[in-house]
């Protein structure tokens, strides 16, 4: 007896120990096996990302600090940065996978006081303030063993949509040997650009703010940028840009004709009001100054796109200020803003400045595509009346466009624009293997560094830095910023909140206004009481205020109910489907055993075979 039940024991834990050692190595082999069953694939890496991972010659390591003990303690303010933790490290790991070991990764929990924390500062990463003297850190970090260090100094969760693009551009900068050339013809240094203190103040306080940097600072962190005179030699260039084009020379007028007719990149800042004042840098002083307006029409007429010198483009559905005047400044969002191609791929916000009004006509062998413009309500005002109104136009107003195609010169071989001999050798560009590009935007003042502020969902800076990718095939990053947006809103919510906000937005108008008046009423009565009235008529005064606090305490209380059954239903909503998961997934469990059950009692049951009727004759 005690021999067999040895033998029962030493079976089963032979049984446990493979059925361990399978699970053990079957989790392992099954790393490599994944499948991405999200709508946008948002846990697969895009196929230019895998080119630079797959590119990499050195070691590249990872640093992940997340302040993870922080983030336990559950406070409110840090739960969109827990969830994207675990996004950021799943994406990570996968960079990790792809790499043949190339990329190692580290996550590290910088506690206060802590190594880890000084190594975060070192890094500049950018804490998050807590509760006490507490401190959150989410960035990511990397290093090679040639001493490149860059930095994320925070991950926000409204970058998560360019958390892939953010990662690889990381990457690629610090890895990459050589960078693309890119030379920027200026008449204007846009560095110390300046508006005067009138147009500051109709702009708006972010404007006012101190200057930042122009939206050139991103291109140099990313390209090898030289600012061009203007008779440079644009031959070794992969593209051109020019901006605020006044007064050009014919030779370089002829240069740039060149450049592009041999297959060069040409991106054309113009602007019909400049309003950030006269150039001011060493390159402008080559040119003659005049008036702040510019335009490149001399080639850009030829080759199908026009801007009128006089006229600037308004946009009331658009416009970043409410006072009277037409709505020059805008901040153009949605459909105003193309993502053909990736070029305008992750810039959900561009502001613009009194900027012109492109006209874009047919030309043989040159396709047109519009890049920027304002809403259907758009229209154009006089450059030298800014002041007069109008009711809104009946089309979009063209800010942006691009040109493709095959590109005739527009000088038309005039021996007095490009004399022989005279000029920079231009042609042909090294950019040449490709079709020739020309992007033209009609206005300059989004260059300039209160313009061009970032924004969470990008800027001016952004859109420059996502045209020239996608000009240049700088490793395609243009495309991986057009990969699909994977923030969802919570649909069926929002129309519970809208359907709530409807039926409740009398009730919430009036308690505003109650609330309004209760404070006038305090106010009035905190005045009464200072101008040292007679006894008599503070008691008077200090009754009203009781009776005018009672009230708006009465307002507040019945506000903020509204406010608790309005987050109650959506928080209701959650419990059903909670208890619905937890439940449903197990009682289906469940049901399948019940089911076999069932079937063998039921075959079990010896039923009473039943006799033939037959009926009496």
């Not at 993870?68 to 739960?79: M, N, P, Q, V, Y």
């Not at 150039?279 to 199908?304: D, H, I, K, V």
């Not at 990053?477 to 409807?502: H, N, Q």
């Not at 101008?531 to 008077?540: D, N």
Request: charged fraction near 25%; charge should be positive; hydrophobic fraction near 45%.
């Amino acid at each position: 007896m005690l021999k067999k039940n040895a033998k029962v024991l030493a079976a089963l834990f032979l049984i446990a120990l493979i059925t361990f050692s399978s699970v053990t190595l079957l989790a392992r082999a099954s790393r490599a096996l994944k499948v991405d069953l999200t709508q946008d694939r948002i846990y697969s890496l895009s196929d230019e990302t895998k080119t630079v991972v797959a590119g990499l010659t050195h070691p590249v390591r990872l640093k992940l600090f997340y302040s993870r003990t922080e983030a336990l303690k559950g406070f409110d303010s840090l739960r969109a940065y827990s969830n994207y933790f675990f996004y950021v490290r799943d994406l990570l790991r996968e960079y990790a996978s792809r790499s043949r070991g190339k990329i190692s990764l580290e996550i590290i929990d910088p506690r206060r006081d802590s190594r880890e924390e000084r190594e975060a500062l070192h890094y500049g990463l950018r804490p998050i303030p807590t509760a006490g003297d507490d401190r959150f850190y989410f960035g990511l970090v990397l290093t090679t063993e040639f001493g490149q260090e860059k930095a994320i100094p925070l991950l926000s969760p409204e970058r998560q949509q360019l958390a892939e693009y953010d990662i690889t551009e990381m990457i690629h900068s610090a890895t990459s040997r050589t960078k693309k050339r890119i030379g920027v013809l200026s008449t204007v240094n846009l560095e110390t650009a300046a508006y005067p203190a009138g147009t500051a103040r109709a702009m708006g306080p972010a404007e006012n703010a101190p200057r930042g940097p122009s939206a050139l600072e991103p291109l140099k962190a990313h390209y090898d940028v030289t600012m061009l005179t203007p008779h440079a030699d644009l031959r070794k260039l992969d593209a051109v840009v020019v901006i605020h084009p006044r007064n050009l020379p014919e030779q370089t007028l002829a240069a740039l004709d060149r450049y592009v007719t041999g297959g060069g990149k040409l991106v054309v800042f113009q602007d019909p009001v400049f309003m950030a004042g006269a150039p001011g840098s060493a390159a402008a002083s080559a040119y003659t100054t005049g008036e702040n307006a510019s335009n490149l029409n001399r080639l850009l007429s030829a080759w199908g796109c026009e801007m009128a010198p006089d006229v600037i483009a308004a946009d009331p559905g658009t416009s970043a200020r409410a006072e009277a005047g037409p709505a020059t400044l805008m901040t153009l969002k949605g459909p105003a803003i193309s993502r053909e191609d990736g070029l305008g791929a992750g810039v959900n916000q561009v502001r613009v400045f009194n900027a012109g009004a492109l006209q874009i006509r047919a030309v043989p062998g040159i396709s047109a595509a519009v890049l920027l413009r304002t809403s259907e309500a758009g229209y154009t005002v006089r450059a030298d009346d800014t002041q007069q109104r109008a009711s809104g136009g009946k089309e979009a107003v063209t800010l942006g466009v691009r040109l493709t195609g095959s590109f005739r010169s527009a000088l038309g071989g005039d021996p007095a624009a490009d004399p022989a001999g005279a000029g920079p050798q231009a042609a042909p560009a090294s950019g040449g293997k490709a079709a020739p590009v020309v992007v033209v935007f009609s206005d300059v003042d989004m260059l300039t560094g209160p313009m061009a502020a970032a924004t969470a969902g990008g800027g001016n800076a952004d859109l420059l830095l996502s045209v020239m990718e996608g000009l240049t095939g700088s490793v395609s990053l243009a495309s991986i910023k057009a990969r699909g947006r994977i923030i969802r809103p919570f649909s069926t919510v929002d129309r519970m909140e809208e359907a709530y906000d409807a039926s409740a937005a009398t009730t919430i108008a009036s308690l505003q206004a109650e609330i309004a008046a209760a404070e006038r009423e305090l106010g009035t009565l905190a005045r009464k009481s200072q101008e040292g009235e007679e006894s008599l008529l503070k008691e008077e005064i200090l009754r009203s205020r009781k009776m005018a606090e009672a009230k708006l305490a009465r307002a507040k209380e019945e506000l903020a109910a509204l406010q608790h059954k309005k987050r109650a239903m959506v928080e209701s909503l959650f419990t059903k489907w909670k208890v619905f998961i937890l439940l449903g997934g197990p009682a289906l469990v469940l049901l399948i055993p019940a089911g076999v059950l069932a079937g063998r009692l039921f075959g079990r049951i010896d039923l009473p075979k039943r006799k033939p009727w037959t009926r009496g004759i």
